[in-house]
């Protein structure tokens, strides 16, 4: 058992503890209650006290995650399309950097319409980088590493390894 599996167990007292030792309770006080004292009937109402137990703890398993906030949401890896996405549209908004830069080069764009477009499209870039770092559960395989550095390199302008 790994280390991240054993400390995600809540430790202590629990909602189903609490719903199981309220189903015991009962039972106990309708055993002592119960008129006739025969051993089945006795029975009986301990396993129907014990099904309503099970049946809230069911009932409050169902509806818990309904009413919690929603940050487990937040800590769940991106899907490997989701990923694929973000990185092709951080490639998109480099990529019009670039173009951006090339029309301020050649005159076709002013400093100040540059300026405002590139701090845009860094801060896109910079947001798409973030929710793909947050992504440290999913593994990278090496043919995605290769990939992402062949990416990278055309980006920068180098040539691409074994196309010389």
């Known amino acids: 058992m790994s280390s ?9 007292f629990t909602v189903g503890h609490l719903f199981v ?4 309770i009962g039972a106990t006080i309708a055993v002592v209650i119960a008129r006739p004292a025969t051993p089945e009937s006795l ?22 995650p309904l009413v919690a906030p929603h ?4 800590q769940e890896p991106l899907g490997e399309r989701l990923r694929t996405d ?6 998109l908004t480099l990529r019009s ?24 499209l860094r801060a896109r870039s910079g947001n798409h980088e973030a929710a793909r770092r947050r992504d ?6 090496r043919g995605e590493r290769s990939r992402r550095s062949i990416e990278r390199q055309a980006e920068v302008g180098q040539p691409r390894p074994g196309r010389g």
């Open 136 to 141: 440290v559960e999913l593994p990278r395989t």
């Open 71 to 74: 940050s487990d949401f937040e």
């Open 43 to 64: 029975i009986l109402v301990s396993l129907t006290i014990g099904a309503v137990g099970f049946a809230a703890v069911c009932f409050y398993c169902v509806l818990a």
């Open 97 to 120: 950097i670039k173009e951006l830069e090339f029309d301020r080069a050649m005159g076709k764009l002013s400093q100040q319409d540059y300026e405002q477009m590139v701090h845009r």
């Open 4 to 12: 991240a599996t054993s400390t995600s167990r809540p430790d202590g």
């Open 86 to 91: 973000l990185e092709r549209e951080k490639a």
């Open 21 to 24: 030792l309220l189903s015991l």
